[in-house]
């Protein structure tokens, strides 16, 4: 056999030699990012899953009329401001009457949380008729019962390092051998907005934080966009300038989200005078962050348009605008709203712009606009994660599978959009 046909054969094994490892490496990394991203979902899942379940603690409240409503007026805005403390004090003292001593009694109603009482107040205030009468009522227990309670409580360690003590956990056990105490699903993490309190915490403040920031954002950001698009791809005549505006365009969508926040800062809140902390100025942020990549989809959603459909509009007798708009801009339009979907679901995720200008105050009230002050939800996951108390992990971890869930959602939602009325020519 002649030499260079071994030398080729030599070669074009071990060339195949290498394609294969090559194959083979890419795989492996493929598997590696999946097992590192099942890892992660994972590991947040075990940890948030519980804060979808709170513990409640049966008692029997009797809605004392001369303590809540002495005059019988039953006024909702009173019956809010009454004290209801003696009622929930009153109910212990009925499951626990060998509990005498001032300073055990206090213990005893450490067990509830402290907004047991205002859950009691907003019952009362809904419904008047509940003065005068007796029912029984599942109250809010404590982040250190609920944490006993799901398994989250070593007590192994010594008394005094731990924040039950013995006499406490005997009187947990009373309330469990009774049928006094339970898991329920935690609707409160959905509907109420921040708390002092991790068992009386809630996302949905920051929930519609992020709605109206969004909102503020999509209304900016996408016709603008569109437009400048538009203009760029269809218009514009290829000179310096807009050479200078396309190289620009496609540094920003580089550009940290930070600095997005600091322009903010300083423009809307410095010179502006706009006011700090709402989805308002939020929304004017991540509009800016949002405009470079809904321009560069929107031009690259135009430039898939085939130029025969331009042509045959124009050699109809449509003007340059009415082919563009009428045409060229619809059969474009699948791409574009993809682009500002996968747009808005970056700017859903983004926390640092939205520090700078202030969003990261302890809010409890739900925002009723765009101009109330607000925050975000990756802003309140941010602000759970610095709280040491362990409530406040596991909601920080129930937090990001929301934010996660919403972000999946909001990506399905662009390739669905994609899919259904993507053109192929």
């Known amino acids: 056999m002649p030499e260079h046909s071994l030398t080729s054969s030599a070669q074009l094994k071990a060339r195949h030699g290498r394609e294969t490892r090559f194959r083979w490496m890419g795989r492996i990394a493929i598997l590696l990012s999946l097992g590192f991203l099942v890892f992660m979902f994972v590991a947040i899942g075990m940890r948030g899953s519980s804060a979808f379940s709170q513990t ?31 009622l929930i004090t009153k109910a212990l003292k009925q499951l626990f009457p060998e509990v005498t001593k001032r300073r055990d009694q206090r213990r005893l109603g450490r067990l509830l949380s402290n907004g047991a009482a205002f859950e009691l107040a907003d019952m009362a205030a809904k419904d008047p008729q509940l003065i005068g009468t007796t029912r029984d009522i599942w109250l809010t227990a404590s982040a250190d019962v ?19 003590k013995d006499t406490e956990l005997s009187w947990i056990r009373k309330l469990q051998d009774n049928g006094h105490i339970k898991k329920k699903f935690n609707s409160a993490f959905f509907t109420k907005g921040d708390s002092r309190e991790p068992e009386m915490s809630g996302i949905f403040g920051a929930m519609v934080g992020s709605f109206f920031s969004l909102l503020v954002c999509f209304v900016i950001a996408f016709p603008m966009g569109v437009l400048t698009a538009i203009y760029l791809e269809e218009f514009a005549k290829k000179s310096f300038i807009t050479n200078i505006i396309e190289v620009n365009i496609n540094n920003l969508a580089a550009v940290p989200s930070i600095v997005f926040g600091l322009l903010g800062l300083s423009i809307f809140l410095g010179v502006m005078n ?56 619809p059969a474009a339009m699948p791409g574009m709203l993809t682009g500002a979907v996968i747009g808005m679901a970056g700017a859903l995720g983004e926390t640092a712009p939205l520090l700078m ?37 596991e909601r920080t971890s129930a937090a990001i599978l929301v934010l996660l869930a919403f972000l999946i959602a909001m990506n399905l939602t662009a390739v669905i959009l994609r899919k259904k009325f993507e053109k192929k020519w």
């Open 56 to 86: 409640r603690i049966l008692l029997q409240i009797n809605f004392d009329e001369q303590i809540l409503d002495p005059q019988a007026k039953r006024d909702p805005a009173q019956l809010a401001l009454a004290n209801y403390k003696p």
């Open 357 to 393: 200008i202030g969003m990261v105050a302890f809010i409890v009230d739900v925002p009723q606009g765009i101009t109330d002050i607000a925050t975000s939800l990756p802003v309140q996951i941010f602000l759970w994660a610095d709280s040491p108390e362990k409530g406040f992990v």
């Open 274 to 329: 706009l006011p700090r902390s709402t989805p308002l100025v939020g929304g004017l942020v991540l509009a800016l962050m949002t405009l470079p990549t809904i321009i560069i989809a929107s031009r690259a959603a135009l430039r898939s348009v085939p130029n025969t459909l331009r042509e045959a509009a124009l050699g109809l007798g449509a003007s340059k605008v009415q082919t563009t708009f009428h045409h060229t801009v």
């Open 146 to 164: 609920d944490m006993l309670i799901k398994g989250k409580v070593d007590l192994g360690v010594e008394e005094n390092l731990r924040r039950l």
